[in-house]
């Protein structure tokens, strides 16, 4: 079975910062490209910062020059540096994951972590 868990989301004033981490775990063969996204209440989920295995990165505009991915490939954990928060970065960040596993080849989620930023 595959997992990927999320954490570090929570409450920040804007101007702040935040960093999600979302490590995998489970019976993993390789871990390809790996993302962020968001959805906030009424829209849809949308794309935040992806990387891919190399370390190659792309981004949202909403969020460049603000926000860093990065991963670890020897601990198969993916990062979300969030600096310069805004009000309107407040949604739910799920973790995204292409993973080879015992059981093929897939796309897998994480739970979503809350990211929730005052005025």
């Known amino acids: 079975q595959v997992q990927l868990v999320e954490s570090g989301g929570g409450l920040v004033q804007a101007g702040g910062s935040l960093r999600l981490s979302c490590a995998a775990s489970g019976s993993i063969f390789s871990l390809m490209s790996m993302g962020w996204y968001r959805q906030a209440p009424g829209k849809q989920r949308e794309l935040v910062a992806g990387i891919t295995r190399g370390g190659s990165t792309n981004y949202a505009d909403s969020v460049k020059g603000r926000f860093t991915i990065s991963r670890d490939n020897v601990k198969n954990t993916v990062y979300l540096e969030m600096n310069s928060l805004k009000p309107e970065d407040t949604a739910i960040y799920y973790c995204?994951?292409?993973?080879?596993?015992?059981?093929?080849?897939?796309?897998?989620w994480g739970q979503g972590t809350q990211v929730t930023v005052s005025s």
């Open positions: 995204n994951a292409d993973i080879s596993s015992v059981l093929g080849g897939r796309d897998y």
